[in-house]
């Protein structure tokens, strides 16, 4: 039996025809117990959570009058209001084109473990981390000896404490998630400043909303006037662009070398690996108004490039010359540098620029 006709209409009833977690547009599929439209990837994960949803396909499946007339009471506007009511700020609502564990994490609350990849060897190794608001910190650890404390930590995070391998602070905590870069489909990619550099940690991870929470809080301490619409887009960001470009020293007579780049915001940082855990150099990006430009193509002078697309950043200081393996790799890089440039350097910019220009 194929949908009844008073179940098709509703389709185009609620959200035009759009998925009720991720905005897709071909919500084929339904809930029958909690009342929303889903696309077929969603599908697949409410159906992971029989307790909570049950899905029927919209074409291929037949309705119960009782099933038509739920959808019809709440759809997929009603659903949002009710299930998001509650749900904190800083928690990440994931887009369509995010990695499954995001949106699985939006179903249902899941508790996980982490792994963190040794900086040698290259194997993830098991690892105990700590997060705590009162500290303002990450922690990891590799021995397993243990004192308790009473911390105020997020209520769902481990309250043991260890003399820890590394502290990260809050305050410069990034994570976002690379699962095609790590190899995982857990891949999280931890990024703080060390030493005002930039360093790495790769984990097999499913607790980024706890990195979020913990951002918020310390976000909220520090600028007590913000509302919640602008510490949001604050607490967690992705890279502006990653990818290989092949680079020279600065007499641009070493011969060029194939790097992997990571642009974060201002920080052009570039690795031997991707996963690499420290950056072998780092370019800061200002502004126009700073005698900054990109330009396409290298001086004519140039040599020992492999790769024939060149780039060239001009800062008041030097040039950076990169080569791109394709003209398409060359204009999203340029986009992506341009993007920067043509913004106005905010006043805690100006001393991230002074850094570099002393770095030894």
């Not at 904190?88 to 995010?98: E, I, M, Q, V």
């Not at 043991?160 to 857990?186: D, H, R, W």
Request: aromatic letters at 12%.
């Amino acid at each position: 039996m194929g949908l009844m006709p008073s179940a098709g209409a509703l389709v185009g009833r609620f959200q035009d025809g759009t998925d009720a977690q991720y905005w897709s547009s071909e919500p084929d599929w339904a809930s029958v117990t909690l009342g929303v439209f889903v696309c077929q990837g969603c599908s697949l994960l409410h159906r992971g959570i029989p307790h909570i949803s049950r899905v029927k396909s919209i074409q291929q499946e037949s309705w119960e009058t009782s099933e038509v007339e739920l959808m019809a009471a709440m759809g997929n506007e009603a659903a949002k209001a009710k299930y998001e009511q509650k749900v904190p700020a800083f928690y990440y609502r994931p887009k369509h084109t995010d990695c499954k564990l995001l949106r699985e994490q939006w179903i249902r609350a899941r508790e996980g473990f982490l792994w963190k990849r040794g900086r040698d060897k290259g194997q993830f190794l098991s690892r105990k981390f700590i997060l705590s608001e009162r500290e303002g910190a990450l922690k990891y650890f590799s021995k397993q000896e243990v004192r308790l404390e009473s911390t105020q930590m997020l209520p769902h995070i481990n309250t043991s404490m260890f003399l820890g391998n590394a502290v990260m602070k809050i305050e410069t905590l990034n994570a976002t998630f690379q699962p095609a870069k790590i190899g995982n489909p857990y891949g999280l990619q931890i990024t703080y400043l060390r030493d005002n550099s930039t360093r790495n940690i790769f984990e097999m991870v499913d607790w980024f909303n706890a990195i979020r929470a913990a951002r918020f809080h310390y976000l909220q301490v520090a600028f007590p006037g913000a509302s919640d619409e602008e510490l949001v887009p604050k607490l967690t960001r992705s890279f502006m662009k990653e990818g290989f470009m092949e680079k020279t020293g600065p007499k641009h007579t070493e011969g060029f070398k194939k790097r992997w780049f990571t642009m974060d915001d201002r920080r052009l940082m570039y690795f031997k690996d991707p996963l690499d855990a420290y950056a072998r150099g780092e370019v800061f990006i200002g502004s126009k108004e700073n005698s900054y430009t990109v330009l396409p193509g290298l001086p004519p002078s140039t040599q020992g490039y492999h790769w024939n697309h060149g780039i060239t950043i001009v800062t008041p200081d030097r040039k950076f010359l990169f080569a791109c393996e394709t003209e398409a790799e060359q204009r999203d890089w340029i986009t992506a540098f341009q993007r920067v440039i043509n913004r106005p350097m905010r006043p805690q910019e100006y001393a991230v620029e002074a850094h570099f220009k002393h770095k030894p």
